[in-house]
């Protein structure tokens, strides 16, 4: 784990002086609710938290990146306003089993599941979404992404896809069964939890 001695991160500003991504170990654990508070302090960066109770912290997406996640996310949107459902952009957090807050770049999450959280939905609610999409960008690593694939699914996914717009792969993970490599597939469609949801990857490839 990476050492904070000499910058203070509860200031404004700090990150743009660390390399990235950057993994801090606050000197108190932080709250759910001081997790919330800080990450708004640190708009536009990237904050997720590990089971360890250390701060993950990375950069904001580029612009190309972020139209990408955009145009996931609203076909995403579009599929669940027919068939019901929850999507979530970029920004939510989820407590997973394991304790670790995390945000996949889209995802999903059943009515029933969403309805049960009560007052958790105003936090971080502690549940994992059934369904999720990650899109690799230039800033992240790829083995570390892969790392936090295998965290979702152990934590209760259903499906989820990682997207690897630079190699033109796409990696399936469904629960309780391999993981599936696709070369550069012009169109992805769900098998489980979001059945007949559809993604059409040429704009990706691009």
Request: proline share 7%.
């Amino acid at each position: 784990m990476a050492a904070a001695t000499q910058i203070d991160l509860t200031q404004e500003g700090a990150f743009t002086q660390l390399p990235m991504p950057y993994v801090w170990r606050p000197p108190v654990p932080m709250s759910d609710k001081e997790l919330m508070a800080f990450s708004r302090l640190h708009r536009p960066w990237r904050i997720e938290r590990n089971a360890d109770g250390d701060l993950e912290i990375m950069t904001p997406v580029n612009m190309r990146g972020a139209q990408s996640e955009a145009w996931i996310g609203s076909r995403l949107f579009a599929w669940a306003e027919e068939h019901g459902g929850i999507t979530f952009s970029p920004n939510v957090g989820f407590t997973l089993p394991d304790t670790s807050v995390r945000s996949p770049d889209a995802s999903w999450l059943s009515q029933e599941k969403w309805d049960a959280l009560g007052e958790e939905q105003a936090g971080f609610g502690r549940v994992c979404p059934e369904f999720l999409i990650e899109l690799l960008s230039k800033s992240d690593s790829r083995k570390m992404l892969e790392a936090k694939m295998d965290l979702w699914m152990a934590n209760g996914a259903e499906l989820a896809w990682m997207i690897d717009p630079f190699a033109r792969e796409v990696m399936v993970y469904r629960a309780g069964r391999p993981v599936e490599k696709l070369s550069a597939p012009e169109l992805l469609i769900a098998d489980a939890a979001v059945p007949g949801f559809s993604l059409e990857l040429r704009k990706l490839w691009e």
